[in-house]
């Protein structure tokens, strides 16, 4: 699966770790390509909440990482759901909602949402039509 689009939603505030970015970066991929290949999805825009439900409840349990490596595949995922504009909607069924009586991690990373991305991709189909 092509995760241009999403890769290109993700940005990082200056301290951010070059190892960070490039481990973000990763899992993103690995994510996409895991999804492309049991569902047969081409693009990230055809990624469903039933996708990441059987990444979360399925593909995770069965690789057998450690816990600290789960966790980083889930904050990885709740990228994915931001950059896909899904953030309102599918982090509660997910639970994978942030406690921020809690606390935890400062991030370093951001979604940005232009609609150059959005509006570019329609251009072109409508040119080749």
């Given at each position: ?40 999805l081409d693009q990230p ?85």
């Amino acid at each position: 699966m092509n995760c241009k689009t999403i890769l290109q939603r993700v940005k990082y505030s200056t301290d951010a770790s070059k190892l960070t970015k490039n481990r973000d970066k990763n899992k993103i991929l690995m994510l996409c390509n895991v999804m492309g290949q049991h569902f047969s999805l081409d693009q990230p825009e055809q990624i469903r909440l039933k996708h990441l439900q059987y990444i979360k409840n399925h593909w995770l349990i069965h690789q057998g990482f450690s816990q600290s490596t789960n966790d980083r595949y889930i904050r990885t995922m709740r990228l994915i759901i931001d950059a896909l504009g899904r953030k309102q909607h599918w982090s509660k069924p997910l639970g994978l909602e942030k406690d921020v009586s809690k606390g935890g991690r400062p991030t370093v990373s951001r979604v940005t949402h232009t609609r150059s991305v959005y509006y570019s991709r329609n251009q072109r189909r409508a040119s080749c039509r």
